[in-house]
């Protein structure tokens, strides 16, 4: 049975949440009664991720992995997963669920009925429990979309949003940062999509040293000017 809908999920160091998150997503799946498929993308590990994604798939029929060493980034694993996902509708999650599948899936299936992509946003009309120095880089980095791309959206960067199939079959995606869901809505609204957002309870969960996100902001930040001028050049 070709699956209705496909979840994405990429992992990076996740052996210690990844089962727990396969636990969540598939008790909640189970509730909604529909076709599915779930794809984990273990984006060069090197923790047990791997270990764990493989016995989850042992047992489970409806789970897809994809695994490649070394790390690759966020992008490029996005782009792995949407290769062979079959689903008429993607859902897109990050591993920590930072965005539980109770607020997240039921949400997304019904709101996809009247857009093309729906977004689930940390701050419309919500508060999202998040440190201090991290909603730094993320107001940063909205402030940005904003200037450079025109970009409408409360928030780019959750991690969960969801998508028809022909979005995708429509687009060509080439960043393999983090910065490609900001290529996607980008590119998406050039094609007149209808983009919807959402407000979705955010928790942080990643165990994310200060020092790594100062890294990883200022790298996105960098892709951020890259995406704008790539874009320039094909206009």
């Known amino acids: 049975m070709t699956p209705k809908i496909s979840i994405v999920i990429a992992c990076f160091n996740e052996g210690k949440i990844i089962f727990c998150t396969y636990q969540k997503l598939l008790s909640e799946i189970k509730k909604i009664n529909v076709p599915f498929e779930i794809i984990f993308c273990n984006d060069g590990s090197t923790d047990n991720t791997l270990e764990v ?3 989850i798939k042992e047992n489970d029929k409806n789970i897809k992995v994809i695994s490649y060493y070394p790390n690759r980034g966020a992008g490029f694993a996005f782009r792995q997963m949407y290769k062979i996902a079959r689903g008429d509708i993607l859902v897109h999650m990050d591993a920590d669920l930072a ?3 109770e607020d997240t899936v039921s949400a997304f299936l019904e ?3 009247e857009a093309d992509i729906v977004i689930g946003s940390r701050y419309l009309e919500i508060k999202a429990d998040y440190p201090l120095y991290r909603l730094v880089f993320s107001r940063l980095n909205l402030w940005l979309n904003k200037v450079l791309f025109d970009c409408p959206f409360k928030d780019i960067n959750s991690g969960f949003y969801a ?5 995708l079959n429509k687009i060509e995606l080439i960043c393999s940062g ?3 869901s900001l290529e996607l809505f980008v590119k998406a609204k050039m094609y007149n999509f209808k ?4 407000p979705i309870k955010f928790t942080h969960q990643t165990e994310f040293k200060q020092a790594n996100v100062l890294k990883q902001g200022l790298k ?3 892709d951020i000017f890259k995406l704008r001028v790539n874009l320039r050049k094909r206009q």
């Open 53 to 55: 994604l493989n016995r």
């Open 99 to 101: 965005m539980e599948p």
């Open 111 to 113: 709101e996809i009925k």
């Open 163 to 167: 998508l028809h199939r022909e979005v």
């Open 178 to 180: 983090f910065e490609i």
């Open 195 to 198: 983009i919807k957002e959402i």
């Open 220 to 222: 996105t930040i960098i």
